[in-house]
């Protein structure tokens, strides 16, 4: 089992910016690769951003190319997800999740464990 904490979250004016932590814990060694996803109301979770905990590759949606970067601290087993230049439309649920097997996947159906949730609202 593999448990995940997010934090950072919060309300930031548009072209503001926040970092989001993700900690993990319990079988983390069990890991591949780490993700960020989203959710909107209404709206179906989407894939953010993802990295690999041995060599640190990382792949983005086309929509935060350039203003979202995750990277992770091993020592720490932590991942993070540094936002900047937000947007309305980035206001969602923000989700840690974990992935076992192996290839960086983008469907949140190829995570095994996620975290409880951090609110990200972006006022115009």
């Known amino acids: 089992q593999v448990q995940l904490v997010e934090s950072g979250g919060g309300l930031v004016q548009a072209g503001g910016s926040l970092r989001l932590s993700c900690a993990a814990s319990?079988?983390?060694?069990?890991?591949?690769?780490m993700g960020w996803f989203r959710q909107a109301p209404e709206k179906e979770r989407e894939f953010v951003a993802a990295i690999t905990w041995t060599t640190g590759s990382t792949r983005y949606t086309d929509s935060v190319k350039g203003r979202f970067t995750i990277s992770r601290d091993n020592a720490k087993n932590t991942i993070y997800l540094q936002m900047n230049n937000l947007r309305p439309e980035d206001t969602a649920v923000y989700y840690c999740?974990?992935?076992?097997?192996?290839?960086?996947?983008?469907?949140?159906?190829?995570?095994?464990?996620w975290g409880q949730g951090t609110q990200v609202t972006v006022s115009s």
């Open positions: 319990g079988s983390r060694f069990s890991v591949y690769a």
């Open positions: 999740a974990a992935r076992t097997r192996p290839i960086v996947r983008t469907g949140p159906e190829q995570y095994d464990y």
